[in-house]
């Protein structure tokens, strides 16, 4: 008998086989595995891994839905070792197995297509988002900067190949194997957008887009961006330094892009103006700051949350279903605020 379509599954269900996908994949690595423990299952699926010999690691399960390739994950792992061996950043540090492969594809009965995995050593320490302080954001001001002085000497090998940050929706790209369409308007949801919320969110999509293009008209070179530097893919270590998590969102943009992702996440904090200010100051020790025009990081944040309203509704998730009338709401306010619509 077939098994159960996946996507019919409960999550523990779905869970129940990703665990024995994650099995399958650990096999081909030298530690001997101890134990298996689900930490996340958003974008992707994440595991700890705790070895017999007490070393730690985290396998990461790449969905469909994250619209990463082989190629961007092989590009990540490119990135992530020239970090490594340039400088001392405390970035993501992947694993290779005994093949020394860094990158292994699984093939699970009952789950839809092969799915690429990656082995991550193990950071110890709370996620940054649970120690936010002016001080914490001047250090992943910091950082940030030290990524994109690093990426402005980056030289790719001729295999890399990850995204552009050329338009609104850059995941939407469909020169890429998989793409996340842009489905905020389709007539599916017309009623999460009566009029009045539909012009404030295409007006917002035409203002964002023009910042964009004036941005990359103006000629300052492309860099290989992180593209989701925010508190929850930060650890903080002893004496508050920090180490930076999850490149997979990494594509070729500016580094003002790259700032208005952290402080889309930074300002929506309880104390955002400081956090923010602090973000800058870091920021400053190492590099001038990238805006360039006034009011680009505002309209660039307006972007995220606009990124964030499509995943929202590309989700085959229950709960983002529930979600998707509240949060289309509370993105429409933000983009009234951030905008002057």
């Known amino acids: 008998m077939s098994p159960r379509p996946f996507a019919e599954l409960t999550r523990r269900g779905q869970v129940r086989r990703l665990h024995r996908a994650a099995g399958s994949a ?5 530690f001997a595995v101890a134990r298996v423990r689900l930490l ?8 700890r891994v705790d070895a017999s010999d007490g070393a730690k690691y985290v396998l990461r399960i790449t969905s469909p839905r994250a619209c990463k390739d082989v190629d961007e994950i092989r590009s990540e792992v490119e990135w992530l070792s020239a970090l490594k061996r340039d400088t001392d950043l405390p970035v993501a540090e992947p694993v290779a197995a005994r093949d020394g492969s860094v990158i292994q594809i699984v093939a699970e009965n009952g789950i839809p297509d092969a799915r690429p995995c990656v082995v991550f050593r193990w950071v110890a320490g709370p996620h940054l988002h649970d120690r936010l302080s002016g001080e914490s954001a001047f250090r992943l001001g910091e950082l940030a900067a030290g990524l994109h002085v690093h990426a402005g000497g980056f030289r790719p090998s001729p295999t890399f190949r990850v995204r552009r940050f050329d338009r609104v929706f850059p995941w939407s790209d469909a020169s890429f194997s998989t793409s996340e369409p842009v489905i905020l ?5 017309r009623d999460l957008f009566p009029p009045v919320r539909r012009r404030v969110y295409e007006a917002a999509i035409e203002r964002v887009q023009s910042v964009i293009d004036a941005i990359r008209a103006a000629g300052p070179p492309e860099i290989v961006i992180h593209n989701d530097l925010h508190p929850w893919n930060v650890k903080v270590r002893p004496r508050g330094r920090l ?16 700032v208005a992702t952290s402080l889309y996440y930074l300002y929506l904090s309880d104390d955002g103006a400081t956090l923010c200010d602090g973000f800058r100051a870091g920021y400053e020790q190492v590099a001038p700051w990238p805006e360039r025009e006034p009011h680009e990081i505002e309209v660039l944040r307006a972007g995220r949350g606009l990124v964030l309203a499509n995943w929202v509704l590309s989700s085959h998730d229950s709960h983002d279903r529930e979600l998707a009338p509240e949060y289309m709401a509370r993105i429409e306010k933000r983009l009234r605020a951030w905008l002057g619509l």
Request: negative net charge; without cysteine.
């Open 243 to 258: 180490h930076v998590l999850d490149f997979e969102d990494l594509m070729w943009g500016h580094p003002v892009q790259d």
């Open 26 to 30: 650990l096999e081909r690595y030298a």
């Open 185 to 189: 308007f389709d007539p599916a949801h």
């Open 40 to 47: 996340a299952t958003d974008a992707n699926t994440v595991f």
